[in-house]
């Protein structure tokens, strides 16, 4: 069966350095991959997404990128972390027959 | 893209009550899916319901595609249905659009 986890779990940084937060997904090739961004408020905002290796789409101009070094792994990233990059950081993968999603446990970012 | 509301926003009940959530959206679409953030922020998936109906355990979902809603049922609602319930649709298998989610409270 197919299993997706992300890393840290939980991550406390200062303003001004940088992130890596990674995702990796089990038991399925070529995974459509996804990074999600959850602020208070609870709506879930696409940050990129990924249909294969070194391809990213990204959503929103902003602080991060992301890559995608091999076929299950994806990575989020800043050079320079701000105070509004704070939130809860969600990974997902799509299976491809159904279109159906899922997500990984999450990291929760705090950035002061 | 496509719009997606939900409804109510919040919901409070007490437990052993039922409850209906609502999703409605904007276009036709390929993909529905229902799911439930707890309170440790973890998504889980609850059903993927283009269409039709489904069940599973004490809850059930319809999707009438035609009419571009789907509803979620809550039975016998017990404290552990707490958290928000997010709809997500998309119309290609490019992205999934989210609602606002509704956040259900159930108290002893």
């Known amino acids: 069966s197919q299993t997706i986890h992300q890393w840290p779990a939980t991550l406390v940084q200062p303003v001004g350095s940088p992130l890596s937060l990674e995702c990796t997904v089990e038991?399925?090739?070529?995974?459509?991959l996804y990074w999600y961004r959850q602020a208070a408020g609870r709506g879930l905002q696409l940050l990129f997404y990924?249909?294969?290796?070194?391809?990213i789409s990204s959503e929103v101009p902003q602080n991060l990128s992301a890559s995608r070094p091999q076929d299950r792994q994806f990575i989020l990233s800043s050079k320079k972390l701000l105070l509004s990059d704070s939130g809860f950081y969600l990974c997902?993968?799509?299976?491809?027959?159904?279109?159906?999603?899922?997500f990984g446990e999450g990291s929760r970012l705090t950035v002061l | 893209g496509i719009q997606v509301e939900q409804s109510p926003p919040d919901l409070i009940l007490q437990e052993g009550a039922n409850s209906t959530l609502r999703c409605n959206f904007s276009?036709?679409?390929?993909?529905l899916q229902w799911f439930h953030q707890n309170p440790w922020g973890q998504l889980i998936n609850l059903f993927y319901?283009?269409?039709g109906t489904k069940q599973n355990g004490r809850l059930s979902a319809t999707t009438v595609a035609t009419e571009r809603y789907s509803l979620l049922y809550i039975s016998s609602s017990q404290t552990t249905d707490s958290g928000v319930y997010f709809c997500?649709?998309?119309?290609?298998?490019?992205?999934?659009?989210f609602g606002r989610g509704t956040q259900l409270t159930v108290w002893p």
């Open positions: 990924s249909v294969g290796i070194g391809q």
């Open positions: 319901i283009p269409s």
């Open positions: 038991g399925t090739s070529n995974p459509n």
């Open positions: 997500a649709v998309d119309s290609t298998l490019g992205r999934l659009y």
């Open positions: 276009d036709s679409v390929n993909n």
């Open positions: 997902a993968w799509r299976r491809s027959s159904t279109g159906e999603l899922f």
